[in-house]
Structure formats: structure tokens, C-alpha cells
């Protein structure tokens, strides 16, 4: 199960009672929202039963938000750059115990590349990169490090499918919205579709899906109910875009930070928790 309430659609269908089937799709990533009509109507599945099943996490004890005020745009040349600068410096304070989520390959070297240059040579910590081993090698390495000294860059395989639980992740950073790429040939063709029916290929095609999975990236970082960790997504279009304020409200009710002096007292709160709150 993934992250905040896990939501159920059961499809019923059959000739009658002695032929009635049944198929169930369980995920807390399957809608945007409070509902599921994106992913019923994308399926053909609008008669579907759905059931809502309230999540077992405390997010506003468990984990906060930081998205930064002053940060530059995921369009601008320095974006990369300044992602690597916030980690380096915060996984500084936290000893490792921190991965990155980021939207591109061309992003994630680059964001690496940089945290490498940034980190004091004296320091024991090490970033570790998709690619460089098999997915199941890296993940393996920083769970038994329990996160200790270890950064974890990973792109679009590393956004679901992990499962790090207890003080080994402490800290995920996200690069920016995970919008499709425009030249992605499922994405152009459901949006042909909208826009022939009239409707709005963005608000019913590519934000539906950008939501779906930020939420997933998002769900890397609360695993069990005793974790505890501090959620940074690089783009500004969350604060100051409608679309981007519709994409945070339908993330779990996290502790919001607003200031850079709240997100560092924050991964502070981190560094002095007693062993006992953690597995």
C-alpha cells in the first residue's frame, strides 16, 4: 500500500448471478483528490463502486512540507544546481539518511554531479546514483548503512517500487512537478482524444497524471507508522500556480514549513530523536 487513504474500485460485470466477476484495483494513487474520476474515465470504468479506507499514518506528527519560496524555476538553467545545493547542505546536517527524486536522467547526473563537488571532502558521506548498480544493489546498500552517510539519487524507476522504513530516509527531496514528457505517445494520444471531445487535455490528461505521480514519489518517504522525515519538493508553480496549489492540497496532510529557518529546525527535530521512536 502506498501513501494517505487507500482507495478501492471494484468493477462488477457478468450475464447474471451464476456469471457475476469482479475485478478490484487498490492503491492510494489511483485518483487525485478526493475521488477517482481520472483514472475510472481513463479506464472506461465509470460505473465502478469505489471505497475510501482511511490511511494509518499521522502525517502531521509524522513527517512536514517544505516547498521553498525563493528558488528558481524548473525551466531555468540554475534549477539543477540549486536542488543539488539544498541537499548537500542538508544532508550535511542530517549525516546521509536522505534520497532524491528527480524527473529526468539529464536532471538526476547533474544533480549528483554537482552534491558530489558540493560535499567537504573530510565528510563521510557518499552519493550513490541510479545506474551505477542494479536498483535492488542500491537499495540494499542503503538500508544496511541504515541511510548513514549516504545520499540516493535515483529518476523515474526509484519514484515507486521502494520501501525504506525507520531512520534510514529522513529526508526526500523531489525535483519538480513530474510532468510527462510533451513527446511521451500514451500522453499524446489521450490528449487528442480530450481535445477533440472539447475538453482540456491539461487539466484532464497531464496535471491528473503529474498528481498520480508526485504522490507516488511522495509515498517513498512515510513507510511505516513510526517514521518520521521531512518532504522538499524544488518547485516554486506548487506555491504560486493554481494548478500547483490544487497538486499540494491533494498530498497527505503533511506539517507545512513556509521559511527556510522552520525546514532547518526541522531536519534539527530529526537529528535528536531518541533511538526509541525509530525501527
Avoid at 121 to 150: C, M, P, W, Y
Avoid at 157 to 178: H, M, N, S, Y
Avoid at 206 to 217: D, E, N, R, V, W
Wanted: hydrophobic letters at 45%.
Amino acid at each position: 500500500m502506498d501513501i494517505s487513504e487507500a482507495m478501492q474500485a471494484k468493477v462488477v460485470s457478468g450475464g447474471g448471478v451464476d456469471s457475476l466477476k469482479s475485478w478490484v484495483f487498490t492503491s492510494a494513487t489511483l485518483g487525485v483528490g478526493n475521488d477517482l474520476d481520472w483514472f475510472l474515465a481513463s479506464s472506461g470504468l465509470q460505473d465502478a463502486a469505489c471505497l475510501r479506507i482511511p490511511s494509518p499514518f499521522n502525517y502531521s506528527q509524522q513527517a512536514a512540507l517544505y516547498v521553498p519560496k525563493s528558488f528558481a524555476l524548473p525551466s531555468s538553467q540554475q534549477h539543477s544546481s540549486a536542488v543539488a545545493a539544498l541537499v548537500a547542505q542538508s544532508a550535511q546536517l542530517l549525516g546521509g539518511h536522505t534520497m532524491v527524486l528527480t524527473t529526468t536522467l539529464r536532471a538526476m547526473r547533474h544533480i549528483a554531479d554537482s552534491i558530489r563537488k558540493l560535499l567537504p571532502e573530510h565528510l563521510d558521506i557518499r552519493v550513490i546514483v541510479q545506474g551505477e548498480a542494479s536498483k535492488r544493489d542500491l537499495l540494499n546498500h542503503f538500508q544496511s548503512k541504515h541511510g548513514t552517510g549516504l545520499i540516493l539519487v535515483g529518476a523515474a524507476t526509484f519514484w515507486e517500487g521502494v520501501d525504506i522504513a525507520g531512520r534510514a530516509l529522513q529526508l526526500l527531496v523531489i525535483d519538480k512537478i513530474p510532468f510527462a514528457p510533451p513527446d511521451d505517445p500514451l500522453l499524446q494520444a489521450r490528449c487528442a482524444k480530450v481535445e477533440v471531445e472539447g475538453g482540456s487535455s491539461f487539466n484532464e490528461v497531464q496535471l491528473p497524471m503529474a498528481g498520480i505521480a508526485l504522490k507516488q514519489g511522495v509515498g517513498r518517504l512515510i513507510r511505516r507508522e513510526f517514521d518520521r522525515g521531512v518532504l522538499v519538493v524544488c518547485d516554486p508553480r506548487l506555491r504560486t500556480m493554481a494548478y500547483g496549489r490544487k497538486l499540494l492540497s491533494a498530498l497527505p496532510a503533511m506539517r507545512p514549513l513556509s521559511e527556510e529557518s522552520q525546514y532547518y529546525a526541522a531536519l534539527g527535530e530529526l537529528t535528536k530523536a531518541s533511538t526509541t521512536d525509530w525501527s
